[in-house]
């Protein structure tokens, strides 16, 4: 019995709204071929199958057509409503089937079972189909934007903007075949900008090209979703719930969960980090997390604790912090309406958590310079984040770590214990309590709702096992802010202006 799939969340956008894309039990099955010769008999084994209905030489050629091919479903009864104005992100693995989906809702290939309704003009972000590397780039503007739909008149008339946002200069006359990916990536983007689409398709394209052209991407992006639908599949889950109210979670071809982008990418990552766990403590660890043939934790060095302070963290990639000197701006701006405060609950026990046990988190709280809890911090104050916790059973090196998110989901910053225990090897027994400290400066934060995530895990940063985590271990929200220009404000120790020698 397939799962029913997890609408999460309240459903965002206007109600009002007209349906521009309603997927109803939408299935796709693929049949695929043991070799390319069983491809070409099948046809001629089937009509034979067909002229002879009965009896052993039937039943013997069903069985040879089954062996030749097995069916696999790409999607299964898929179904959604997408409305006018509407940003939705599609999250999953690889071969989950969130490209074929798209593919059959911008119309380039047929479902198997079930239909695809859509109002108004598609455009799909594919910087290479269209273009031909033999033309040049102005001979594949009129190309491309004429299978598109735009007449020469029209492609006339936006030549010179098309040729402005690409940005090639004189290569716009040479052949495209001449191009590196990063220019014809600008050339097929300028293009898709400039066809008056109601609905954009994109799979993965705003991750092309250099820097500055992502930027600009993105720019044409957030202006795109001011007046268009927008349909958008990524493995980047910030940039889903960055650029997307809502959001589908596919998962071998059927929808696992379905809501807001936030709450639909944390229940993604949260199924993906707890896969990858298990994976991680079923290859060659044993019951206590440590690798095979590797020494137990009771024969590690028992070290009561492990820290780095500077020298050391900058040594090993962590900036130095600016020496702490009087800030006569700062203090005027404690003094305004623009001063930057924070309200910090208390920690909540029963908030949301995942992990496959071996440690537990009891407790996250700000503390100021005497170990005091905060229930309240001002930007630019120093503050300690502690993460106190209990092992459940003996650990070698466990790693604990923290994320400060925005409302969106957005991580704007965040740190980990790791490099601290590569050279200082640090252990703790079953029941043993520990404490994980991260000292830093705090941010200047616009105005807004933000959550810590805390979680503590075994193995290396880019390969463990979540023990546990809480994602919403600390609420805080930040109620006035001089911090106006970008997602945080970092504190600044000096500016000045003058002239200069």
Same mark, same amino acid.
């Given at each position: 019995?397939?799962?029913?799939?997890?609408? /999460?969340?309240?459903? &965002? *956008?206007s109600?009002q709204?007209? =349906?521009v #894309?309603?997927v @109803?039990?939408? $299935?796709?099955?693929?049949?695929?071929?043991?070799?390319s010769?069983?491809?070409?008999?099948?046809?001629?084994?089937?009509?034979?199958?067909?002229?002879?209905?009965?009896?052993?030489?039937?039943?013997?050629?069903?069985?040879?057509?089954?062996?030749?091919?097995r069916?696999?479903?790409?999607?299964?009864?898929?179904? /959604?409503?997408?409305? &006018? *104005?509407?940003?939705w992100?599609? =999250?999953? #693995?690889?071969? @989950?089937?969130? $490209?074929?989906l798209?593919?059959?809702?911008?119309?380039n290939?047929r479902?198997?079972?079930?239909?695809a309704a859509?109002?108004?003009?598609?455009?799909i972000?594919?910087?290479?189909?269209?273009?031909?590397?033999?033309?040049?780039?102005?001979?594949?503007?009129?190309?491309?934007?004429?299978?598109?739909?735009?007449?020469?008149r029209?492609?006339?008339?936006?030549?010179?903007?098309?040729?402005?946002?690409?940005?090639?200069?004189d290569?716009?006359?040479?052949?495209?075949?001449?191009?590196?990916?990063?220019?014809?990536?600008?050339?097929?983007?300028?293009?898709?900008?400039?066809?008056?689409?109601?609905?954009?398709?994109?799979?993965e394209?705003?991750?092309?090209?250099?820097?500055?052209?992502v930027?600009?991407?993105?720019?044409?992006?957030?202006k795109?979703?001011?007046?268009g639908?927008?349909?958008?599949?990524?493995?980047?889950?910030?940039d889903v719930?960055a650029?997307?109210?809502?959001?589908?979670?596919?998962?071998?071809?059927?929808?696992?969960?379905?809501g807001?982008?936030?709450?639909?990418t944390?229940?993604y990552?949260?199924?993906?980090?707890m896969?990858l766990?298990?994976?991680?403590?079923?290859?060659?660890r044993?019951?206590?997390?440590?690798?095979?043939?590797?020494?137990?934790?009771?024969?590690?060095?028992d070290e009561?604790?492990?820290?780095l302070?500077?020298p050391?963290l900058?040594?090993l990639?962590h900036?130095?912090?600016a020496?702490?000197?009087?800030d006569?701006?700062?203090?005027l701006?404690?003094?305004?309406q623009?001063r930057n405060?924070?309200?910090?609950?208390?920690?909540?026990?029963?908030?949301?958590?995942?992990?496959v046990?071996?440690a537990r988190?009891?407790?996250?709280?700000f503390?100021d310079d005497?170990?005091?809890?905060?229930s309240?911090?001002i930007?630019?104050?120093?503050?300690?984040l502690?993460?106190?916790?209990?092992?459940?059973?003996?650990?070698?090196a466990?790693?604990?770590?923290?994320?400060?998110?925005?409302?969106?989901?957005?991580?704007?910053?965040?740190?980990?214990?790791?490099?601290?225990?590569?050279?200082q090897p640090?252990s703790?027994?079953?029941?043993?309590?520990?404490?994980?400290?991260?000292?830093?400066?705090?941010?200047l934060?616009?105005?807004?709702d933000?959550?810590?995530?805390?979680?503590?895990?075994?193995?290396?940063?880019?390969d463990?096992a979540?023990?546990?985590?809480?994602?919403?271990?600390?609420?805080?929200?930040?109620?006035?802010?001089?911090?106006?220009?970008?997602?945080?404000?970092?504190?600044?120790?000096?500016?000045?202006?003058g002239?200069?020698?």
């Amino acid at each position: 019995m397939e799962r029913a799939p997890a609408r /999460l969340g309240a459903e &965002q *956008g206007s109600e009002q709204s007209p =349906v521009v #894309v309603e997927v @109803s039990h939408v $299935s796709k099955m693929y049949g695929l071929w043991s070799s390319s010769q069983a491809r070409l008999a099948h046809p001629m084994l089937s009509a034979v199958r067909q002229m002879v209905p009965f009896g052993r030489v039937s039943r013997g050629m069903e069985r040879r057509l089954k062996g030749m091919y097995r069916e696999f479903h790409a999607l299964r009864d898929v179904s /959604l409503e997408i409305r &006018q *104005g509407e940003s939705w992100g599609f =999250v999953g #693995v690889n071969g @989950s089937g969130k $490209s074929t989906l798209l593919k059959i809702i911008s119309g380039n290939l047929r479902p198997t079972a079930g239909y695809a309704a859509v109002e108004g003009k598609v455009a799909i972000l594919d910087y290479s189909s269209g273009i031909s590397g033999d033309f040049t780039g102005r001979e594949n503007v009129y190309l491309k934007a004429s299978i598109l739909g735009l007449t020469r008149r029209d492609i006339d008339e936006r030549f010179d903007s098309i040729a402005a946002f690409a940005d090639i200069g004189d290569f716009m006359e040479q052949p495209v075949k001449t191009y590196s990916s990063g220019m014809g990536a600008r050339l097929g983007f300028a293009i898709m900008a400039h066809v008056d689409a109601d609905i954009l398709i994109t799979d993965e394209a705003l991750a092309v090209g250099d820097a500055f052209f992502v930027q600009k991407c993105m720019a044409y992006v957030r202006k795109f979703l001011a007046k268009g639908t927008f349909l958008f599949v990524s493995h980047s889950v910030n940039d889903v719930v960055a650029l997307c109210q809502k959001a589908v979670w596919l998962d071998q071809g059927t929808i696992r969960a379905i809501g807001s982008a936030k709450e639909v990418t944390d229940a993604y990552l949260e199924h993906a980090s707890m896969h990858l766990s298990r994976k991680y403590l079923a290859g060659g660890r044993s019951a206590a997390g440590e690798e095979e043939g590797a020494p137990d934790a009771a024969g590690a060095r028992d070290e009561p604790g492990s820290s780095l302070s500077q020298p050391e963290l900058a040594r090993l990639g962590h900036a130095r912090p600016a020496r702490v000197v009087r800030d006569p701006r700062l203090e005027l701006l404690n003094r305004t309406q623009w001063r930057n405060d924070i309200q910090i609950p208390e920690f909540d026990p029963a908030a949301k958590s995942f992990g496959v046990g071996g440690a537990r988190i009891e407790n996250v709280s700000f503390e100021d310079d005497r170990g005091a809890a905060l229930s309240w911090v001002i930007g630019a104050e120093m503050v300690s984040l502690k993460i106190d916790l209990v092992a459940e059973r003996d650990l070698d090196a466990p790693i604990v770590g923290f994320q400060v998110k925005d409302r969106l989901g957005q991580t704007l910053f965040a740190d980990n214990t790791y490099l601290v225990t590569v050279e200082q090897p640090f252990s703790v027994k079953s029941g043993q309590r520990f404490q994980a400290e991260f000292r830093f400066q705090m941010p200047l934060l616009p105005v807004g709702d933000y959550v810590v995530r805390a979680a503590v895990a075994l193995g290396a940063e880019d390969d463990n096992a979540m023990l546990h985590c809480l994602d919403d271990a600390l609420l805080f929200r930040s109620t006035t802010s001089g911090a106006r220009h970008g997602l945080v404000g970092v504190p600044m120790q000096r500016i000045t202006i003058g002239l200069a020698g």
